[in-house]
Structure formats: C-alpha cells, structure tokens
C-alpha cells in the first residue's frame, strides 16, 4: 500500500489567493483527519470524517478553512482567502474503520502564505 | 484528556538504550498511553500504545507502573536513523479520535 498520498508536498501562495490541499486516504480505511502543524502551536486536529461524512470540525480556524470528502478515496481542505498566519505544515491521516484505531499519517503539505 | 510533560530534548549515542519519560498525573480509568515518532519533513508514525504494565514490539517497549500516573519509552541500541520527536499521548481508547500532541521530546543520536 502507498500511504496516505497528499498533494501538493509544498506550495506557496501569496496572502488572498485560494488554496487547496488535497488527500487520498489509505484504501479501506473509512476515517480520515486534518492535522496543522505550527512551531507556535504544535500539532491541531482541524476536522474528521467517518464514513466521508464530517464528524467534528470544531478545530476549523475560521470560516476561511473548509474541507470536504467527496468519495472515500479523496479529501480536500481549502483556504479561501489564505492569509499569512495559515503559513503552517498540513497533515491527513487515516484510519481503518472506528475511530479509536490507529492513525496513519501522510507526508504532509508545506504552505507558506507570502 | 490528561495533559502530558515530557522532556523537552534527550541526547544518546549510537547503541545505547534510551529512556524517554512522561508524566501524566491526570490520567483517567479509561485512558490509554500512546507514543509517536516523527521525522523531519514527515508525519507522526504510531510506536505504541498500553494502558498498564509493560508493553513491547519489534521498535519499542512501554512501561507504565500501576499507578500509571507516568510511562516509559524505551528504544534498545540506538541508531542515528532514531533521531526524531517524540510525542507521548494519553486519551480513552475506545470512542476517541482526538490525539492531542504535546510539544514532544527531540532525541539526538550521536555516532
């Protein structure tokens, strides 16, 4: 199996533009999460699907983060309009069916918000 | 979910055993102790998970004593491809998907 595929591995972006990261889950696994990682504030669970459904998104930063999961194979997270302080490694990270069960994490995309 | 403290950085050398500890004073009935390890420029990566006594696999052992207010990670023999972070996470096991990551513990191996 390949992992947790994310896409881009990095991108730069300048401050107002829209931005996607995207994420293609281990095959079979039926919960799916989005991580950001900051010096400052280490590592967050932004949101979490089940079943491609969204569970909880209560560490969603504001209204200009949104992500949704279309199919069990796909996820993306959208920044519109990005900002500077979203300038932060983003994470994805599945795991293979209840929630408790272990998760497995991709290489993750590095943005930086000029 | 308990709160962790760990040390902030270790330093070993090639083939010694490490020893990297976490306090968890408040950690409740049903919570369980979980490490992960994360490489530069990549993703945390599940070591372990135990709830009490101790715990080992093919990378790591855990022990957490019966008061389980602390656990141990122990890493044998050392290799240079082991310098990492080290994250100790405590939280119930069953019905749980929030792994809330400390700051961590950076561990050095040195030739």
């Known amino acids: 199996d390949a992992g947790v595929i994310q896409s881009p591995r990095h991108e730069v972006t300048e401050m107002g533009q829209e931005v996607t990261l995207r994420c293609k889950p281990i095959?079979?696994?039926?919960?799916l999460f989005w991580y950001r990682q900051t010096m400052m504030r280490g590592l967050e669970l932004l949101i979490y699907?089940?079943?491609?459904?969204?569970?909880?998104d209560s560490g969603m930063p504001e209204d200009r983060f949104s992500a949704k999961m279309p199919n069990a194979s796909f996820s993306t997270l959208k920044i519109q309009p990005s900002e500077p302080r979203d300038s932060a490694v983003y994470f994805c990270?599945?795991?293979?069916?209840?929630?408790?069960?272990?998760?497995?994490f991709g290489p993750g995309t590095r943005l930086t918000v000029l | 979910l308990a709160k962790t403290t760990q040390p902030i950085s270790m330093d070993s050398y090639e083939g010694q055993e490490v020893n990297i500890t976490c306090s968890h004073n408040?950690?409740?009935?049903?919570?369980?102790i979980t490490w992960y390890q994360q490489f530069p420029s990549q993703g945390p990566r599940f070591i372990i998970q135990?709830?009490?006594t101790k715990v080992t696999n093919e990378v790591a052992s855990l022990f957490i004593p019966a008061d389980r207010k602390s656990s141990t990670l122990s890493l044998p023999r050392v290799s240079l491809s082991d310098t990492a972070v080290y994250y100790c996470?405590?939280?119930?096991?069953?019905?749980?998907?929030?792994?809330?990551f400390g700051s961590g513990t950076r561990l050095l191996v040195r030739p």
């Open positions: 990270a599945s795991s293979p069916d209840r929630a408790e069960d272990t998760q497995y």
């Open positions: 699907f089940n079943n491609n459904v969204p569970i909880d």
């Open positions: 095959s079979g696994h039926n919960s």
């Open positions: 135990g709830y009490k």
């Open positions: 408040n950690i409740a009935t049903n919570d369980y």
């Open positions: 996470l405590v939280g119930a096991s069953l019905n749980s998907y929030k792994l809330i």
